[in-house]
């Protein structure tokens, strides 16, 4: 673990906390002491103890507030809650995440996934780097009866047995003993059994800001229309694994198909905006995949905390029997062991996985899926050309796309300008699927400023924004 991962695993812990002693962060030198002097955080660590020390059980604005977490972070208290704030709508960053240097964006990272945390404390925990993971349980894929039995003997119970034949792939959901975290849970149980494949239920996040459900607008629905001039072969099929895709003008002629798999399917901001860029098709807004069918797998169901891996694996396995040549996946999160085994799968039916980096800055950890072998990792590039400042980090970046300047389909109708690296990914997958591998997409693609792996793929499909009348 990195000493920034360190940091914001720290922070994590802190703000989330509900009674944490605060002799334990420092109540004069609180986590600067912790990690000490040398971190390459600087002045933020030693800065932000007193903070985060005395007040592990308040809120944001209130820790803000007392000059503790705005101060180390050189923002003021709306600066951060701006940048931080859980929604399932949102589809821009805000400036202070586009201005941001590399380490303040792990910071805000940290902060966003402890508000989630704090805002679910009933159904979610962190792992020990601070990642939010569903509360009491645990995951184990393809469990040898012994490993189970053994699972069992040591406190643990079945509450789910999920079969996914499409993935080839049985994964068992763990209750964990009574009083007991999932921390502590894990290693009990890798003690227990050593020979089972077990790990948390992670939660992932949509990487184009963050994913509250769209009020008042409708789920799209299939049209027996579709586009007039296809930028796609006839009968491409894609998947998207996201939030809900609503009802829009542009979509009018597009034909969607959508399954909740947290629930009933909810449309969102997020998931409509990356549909839009696929199948839209409305005067001069036109998506780079128009004339495709549209499979899209709604992880969520309105609530931003529901996007577990277990859900994700669900939602991938129904995708697969659509048969689709390329699934986007606009979401990041940590390395999860059952979501690994459940991309491997894809790959090996022949199901292209396309996936963006996040927008979490360099310094942040490796985002997934985008780094797992095989997935074709995406990061995003303004309208010079240049790759985005916030774009996050992975173990491989594969191709660029426009990620700003750019606007897309908002729920209900007209357009918003949007920015991320969950914008780029559906540009990819649409030219994927269009041309059919990877080694086609090389050869398109321009070059680009900054790290763009291959080079920029669908330059032209950028939609300005006065195009459609935005500035």
């Not at 929604?87 to 996934?113: E, F, G, K």
């Not at 945390?117 to 349980?137: C, H, S, Y």
């Not at 184990?140 to 119970?157: E, K």
């Not at 994913?211 to 799209?220: C, S, T």
Request: charged share 15%; proline share 6%.
């Amino acid at each position: 673990m990195s000493k920034s991962t360190f940091f914001s695993a720290l922070l994590v812990a802190a703000l989330t906390a509900s009674a944490a002693p605060a002799q334990l962060l420092g109540g004069g030198g609180g986590l600067g002491g912790l990690t000490g002097g040398n971190s390459p955080i600087g002045g933020t660590v030693g800065s932000i103890g007193g903070g985060v020390g005395g007040a592990v059980d308040r809120s944001l604005g209130e820790l803000s507030n007392i000059g503790g977490l705005g101060q180390a972070l050189g923002m003021s208290t709306s600066e951060i809650q701006q940048a931080t704030q859980p929604s399932l709508d949102r589809v821009s960053q805000s400036t202070t995440v586009t201005t941001a240097a590399p380490v303040q964006l792990v910071n805000l990272r940290a902060i966003r996934l402890a508000q989630l945390i704090r805002a679910n404390r009933t159904t979610l925990d962190r792992d020990g780097d601070g990642q939010p993971v569903r509360k009491n349980e645990l995951i184990a894929t393809d469990p040898d009866p012994a490993s189970l039995a053994l699972a069992q003997r040591a406190g643990f119970r079945v509450l789910v047995d999920q079969q996914t034949p499409e993935l080839g792939l049985r994964i068992v959901t763990l209750a964990v003993p009574r009083r007991m975290n999932v921390r502590e849970a894990l290693k009990t149980l890798r003690k227990a059994a050593p020979t089972l494949d077990a790990d948390y239920n992670h939660i992932f996040e949509p990487a184009g800001a963050a994913l509250l459900p769209a009020v008042g607008a409708a789920l799209a629905a299939a049209s027996p229309t579709l586009a007039a001039a296809p930028a796609v072969r006839p009968g491409t099929r894609i998947a998207m694994i996201d939030g809900g895709v609503a009802s829009h003008p542009s979509l009018a002629r597009a034909a969607i198909e959508q399954r909740g798999f947290a629930g009933t399917a909810q449309p969102t901001g997020h998931g409509t905006a990356v549909g839009s860029l696929l199948v839209g098709d409305q005067g001069a807004f036109r998506g780079a995949a128009r004339g495709a069918r549209l499979f899209v797998g709604d992880v969520y169901g309105g609530n931003a905390a529901a996007g577990s891996a277990t859900t994700i694996i669900r939602a991938l396995a129904w995708a697969a029997t659509k048969q689709p040549s390329v699934i986007n996946i606009s979401l990041v999160g940590p390395g999860n062991a059952a979501l690994a085994r459940a991309i491997a799968a894809l790959r090996a039916r022949g199901i292209a996985v396309v996936a963006a980096v996040g927008n979490d800055g360099p310094a942040a950890p490796p985002q997934y899926p985008a780094s797992y072998p095989g997935v074709i990792a995406v990061t995003g590039v303004d309208a010079s050309d240049r790759a985005l400042r916030e774009a996050g980090r992975s173990t491989h970046v594969d191709f660029a796309a426009p990620g700003a300047d750019l606007v897309a389909a908002s729920p209900g109708k007209g357009f918003a300008v949007v920015r991320g690296t969950s914008f780029a990914a559906p540009l990819v997958a649409a030219r994927l699927a269009a041309v059919g591998t990877a080694q086609r997409l090389v050869a398109e693609a321009d070059p680009g400023k900054g790290r763009v792996g291959q080079g920029i793929v669908c330059r032209s499909c950028r939609i300005a924004p006065k195009t459609v009348g935005l500035k």
